[in-house]
């Protein structure tokens, strides 16, 4: 897979066509097609059950479709010639033998896949564990076996990375670290295929998105045209404390639904800024600010995805409006009320 110095190969596409994954009764994925393109980084988003984990061991060759096809290059997973060089994945960083030692599992990977010794101490310091290298497995935090994880996953220079939940247990400076390695991998010309459930951290990182819900398609398009598209952040409006109420309540006889701005002022849905300024201006309202706002990905990932969710908690208010960034707790003023199985982040701090 190497090449000469910032030259990479192209056109390592991964395809899902008409995936559909049954268990027993239930289709955790059902018909699913789309294409993730080398170049770019393709997050992966739905709620919890909707089909991710699922999709991405079909494309590894873990399970089995019941019917469709999962290609990378135009191959099936198990039928690539030499799998670590051509697709790296990080599934379970804890899916380590707690005896070896971080240089003794990467050089145990490559032995077993003709890898030369060299690459064992190039992924080290290409993920910061030089340091680590003698330390056993078992003594390592959850951010220094993700960086374990993601050293496997570039131990064979593969053109294809799969990554789930790649920034579980970072901190601030390896999520960080791992936003850059995987836009600067991207822009070498490989397919970067991210999953996970930070969505601050996926909108920073990602270039595109497939969304899914329930084992179906929900969206497959560029990050900023998905917010764009199905934004509902409205206009922020600012004027003299002294006409700030009046405002509202002239705009909400027009039909505007307004509240708080957590950056101060009014945010208003449902009317367009140049309706706002010619309201204001006939009622003689001085106006200091008309801002259009876009909602945040977390917005519009939950609003899309609401009929999706399977397990939701007794307190998780699923109804919430999209670009409602309030100050927590605020009411006053306001018209409307890897496979790892967690997204938690802890420190990187070794234990």
Known sequence: ????????????????????????????????????????????????????????????????????????????????????REVGSLLDARAVHGGRTVRGHLLGLARSNALPRRRVDEVLGEVGLEKAADRRAKGLSLGMGQRLGIAAALLGDPAVLILDEPVNGLDTEGIRWIRDLLKRLAAEGRTVFLSSHLMSEMELTADRLIVIGQGRLLADTGMRTFIEDHSKGGTRVRTPDGEAQRLRALLEAHGAEVRL???????????????????????????????????????????????????RGATCDMGADIGADMVPGTTSGTTSGTTSGTTSHGKEAAR
Not at 283 to 307: G, I, K
């Open 261 to 311: 701005d957590a950056r101060g002022g009014w945010r208003v849905v449902g009317i367009p800024p140049a309706e706002i300024g010619e309201l204001a201006r006939a009622h003689h309202l001085a106006v200091h600010e008309l801002t259009p706002v876009l909602s945040s990905l977390e917005d519009v990932y939950t609003a899309m995805t609401r009929s999706s969710v399977e397990y």
């Open 1 to 84: 897979m190497s090449g000469p110095p910032g030259v990479r190969s192209v056109g390592r596409m991964i395809e899902v066509r008409e995936l559909t994954k049954k268990y027993g009764a239930r289709t955790a994925v059902d018909r699913l097609t789309f294409t993730v393109r080398p170049g770019v980084v393709t997050g992966f988003l739905g709620p919890n059950g909707a089909g991710k984990s699922t999709t991405i061991r079909a494309i590894l060759g873990l399970d089995a479709p019941s019917a469709g096809t999962v290609t990378v290059d135009g191959h099936r997973y198990d039928r690539l010639a030499a799998p670590l």
